[in-house]
C-alpha cells in the first residue's frame, strides 16, 4: 500500500502505484513514482536536489510538493492550484454528454483519448456529428479521481466543457470516489470552469515542465 495519504495532492501518485505500468524509485528519504506512457513523476518524501536535477533528465512532466525542489529541476515551474467540490449536488444540470464509445478520434487527441480510453469511460460533446469535447478520469485512488477536458480549438466558448465534466464527476461519484481539479495558475479557463463547476481550492503543487 501507497505510504501516502489519500489526499488530492496524491491522486496521481495512488494513481501511479496501482498502474502495472508504472515504476517507483527510491529516493533518500522520499520516492518517485512514474509513469512513462503518460510522461508523469510524481516526487515524494524527503529528497535530495541532486535526485530531482537526475530525474529531470527524463522527458516527463514533474510534479514536487515544495517550490524549491521544483526550481532545482532547471525546468520552467509553475503552481497548480488543487480544487475539491464540496457540494457536488449542485454541479450544473445540463444534458448533451454522452460515452464515447469505441469510435475514431480526432487526430489532434488521438494518442492521449486512446490511452484514456483504456482507463476509465471517456464522456463526449458532439457538433456536427463529431465528437468535439471530452472529460476522463486518468487517475483514480481509493477515493478519489482527477478531473481531465479537453476541447477540440473548433469548439471552445460553446459551453461543451461544462457539459461534459458535470457528466464525467457524476459518472464517476456515483462509483464512490470525489473528484480533484488541478490546473496551472496560467491556466485561467480552466481555473474559471472549476469555479462554475462549484470547485474551491485546497491545496497546490509545483509543476515542473518538460524540456521543449
Known sequence: MLALPDVPRWVEAHGIAADPEGWREELGGGFALGHDRARLIVVA????TEDVRRLAARPHVILVEREELARAT?????RA???SLPDPNALPDYEGAVPLGDGPLPAALA???AWARGRSPIWSAWVDGEPVCFAYAPWRSAGL???SVDTLPGARQMGLATVVAAAM?????????????GANESNVASLR????LGFEPVDEIWVCAPPS
Open 169 to 181: 464527476i457524476r459518472d464517476e461519484r456515483a462509483q464512490g470516489r470525489e473528484p480533484v481539479w
Open 45 to 48: 518524501g524527503e529528497v535530495e
Open 111 to 113: 494518442d492521449e483519448l
Open 81 to 83: 492550484i488543487l480544487h
Open 145 to 147: 479521481f482527477d478531473v
Open 193 to 196: 470552469l472549476a469555479k462554475r
Open 74 to 78: 532547471g525546468r520552467p515551474v509553475e
